[in-house]
């Protein structure tokens, strides 16, 4: 018998004998400061999920797998994002944008503030509108999309888009499924009994609870 032979079944009796990994279904928790998560990976292929970090609370069901290191979340059904929808759009004089919320209690006390998109650049520049709802805009630019910002919510919100001239406009928020987490394969590294789940720039460390 070769030295080959004899290393290659040694191989193979080792890897007969290693321990099988520990199956991933099960309850997980993590705390940390103003952070509480918990994550349930049923025998089943499906998952809960929630989060508390800060103001912010958020939770998802749907499936998992894990495969290459990792266990991947994805919701089911996938969430409708919440949106500003617009009530009107009506022209102003040349130049002049004004803008109100149908609601004006979402926004707290707060004033209005608007992500306004100019043209040739990807990123908004965030503008606040006066009490009568006027909006500053950089006469050297032209204004080709805005959205009203509330940071509360961390979702990115799709802008309306402009067309030249002035505008008068009403938005209406609607929260559709707003706090639920839309993962599409989000991917969790599998660090012995510990998941790790990088999210809202965190790094949430999901420890195995033991049963009962």
Known sequence: MSAATVLVGLAGLALAMAPAPAPLAGDYAS??????????????????????YGALDEQATGRWAAADGAVRLTTEPRPVAPRFAVVSDMAAPAGELIVALDDPELLQGSSLTLAVFYEGQEMPVFVEADE?????????RRAVALVP?????PVPLKPHPLSPGGHRIVFRFEANDLGVADFAGEPLSI??????????????????????
């Not at 009568?132 to 050297?140: Q, S, W």
């Not at 999210?199 to 999901?206: A, G, L, T, W």
């Open 31 to 52: 705390d940390a400061a103003e952070l509480a998560a918990r994550l349930q990976l049923l025998e089943d292929g499906r998952f809960r999920f929630a989060l508390s």
């Open 132 to 140: 009568a709802g006027r909006v500053a805009l950089d006469p050297a």
């Open 149 to 153: 910002d509330l940071p509360v919510f």
């Open 191 to 212: 660090e012995g009994d510990t998941l790790v789940l990088r999210r809202h720039d965190r790094e949430i460390r999901f420890r195995r609870q033991p049963p009962g």
